[in-house]
């Protein structure tokens, strides 16, 4: 059984399919469910470390996203669930919450690229994969 979960989200459409499948997961009642949302730097900020606060015009749409993962972390567990909304590159952010908070279990999703398009754009749940700390479960994209 598990007993850290984190569930890595983007806002897209994929969200629910992810929280559906997390959703199947036997979790006892001292689960925790750490809810992630991790957003691409802006590029006058990119590459910056993350201990480095935000430029003061930097749009950062934390409060929308925190309601989103709130909203889908009530469909998997009755207690308070972690949120982090975090800056970086996701791979790198999931794979780092995910060490941080002693997870027994990564979910997240794929968005289904093959070929050229993977090789070139390249895959956040490949990599995240490769370095996982954990057992990973990739939810695919319904066709």
Known sequence: ????????LNNSPSDNAIVEAAGNL??????RV??????PYA?????????????PNHDFPHHDIEQHLR?????LVDNFPAIEVVL????HEIIRLANIHQVDLIVLGSRGLQGVDRIIEGSVSSRVLEQ????????KPKD
């Open 1 to 8: 059984m598990f007993t850290t979960v984190l569930v890595a």
């Open 26 to 31: 036997v979790l006892g009642p001292q689960a």
């Open 34 to 39: 750490i809810m992630v949302h991790v957003l």
């Open 43 to 55: 590029d006058d900020v990119a590459g910056q470390d993350a201990s480095r606060p935000l430029p």
């Open 71 to 75: 909203a889908c972390a009530q469909r």
């Open 88 to 91: 970086g590159e996701p791979d």
């Open 132 to 139: 996982a700390p954990c057992t990973v479960m990739v939810v």
